[in-house]
């Protein structure tokens, strides 16, 4: 089962906008912040909890190591966003750039579909 998807271009997300925020969660870098499971490439599949710290040092080391990024780059996923499209994701989500979902996985995610 997916979770609620609000798109940008519909209602749901106008209404969003229209309505107070909810108060921001006091988390500490170690609190748990993706549960993100592995293939099992090498073994058993598991899931592997990663902190808020691991995701801040990983868009960090983005930002050091590959390349620079800002509002104007866009990103599209054509990868799973539970798995390595969304990790990549996060630092792009950090400088403002797009987030590009194609046609037909934003039509899937509309329609809560689990495949194509």
């Not at 909890?49 to 866009?74: K, P, Q």
């Amino acid at each position: 089962m997916l979770a609620d998807v609000v798109t940008v271009d519909g209602p749901e997300y106008e209404q969003l906008i229209r309505v107070d925020p909810e108060p921001l969660f006091d988390a500490k870098p170690v609190d748990p912040a993706w549960l993100f499971y592995t293939s099992g490439t090498t073994g058993r599949p598991k899931g592997a909890i990663l902190s808020h710290r691991n995701l801040l040092v990983m868009t960090l080391s983005y930002f050091a190591d590959l390349e620079s990024l800002c509002e104007t780059d866009s990103m599209i996923h054509a990868a799973p966003l539970s798995h390595g499209s969304g990790l990549y994701g996060i630092a792009h989500l950090a400088k403002g750039a797009n987030q590009v979902i194609p046609g037909k996985a934003a039509g899937l995610i509309r329609q809560k579909s689990t495949h194509c």
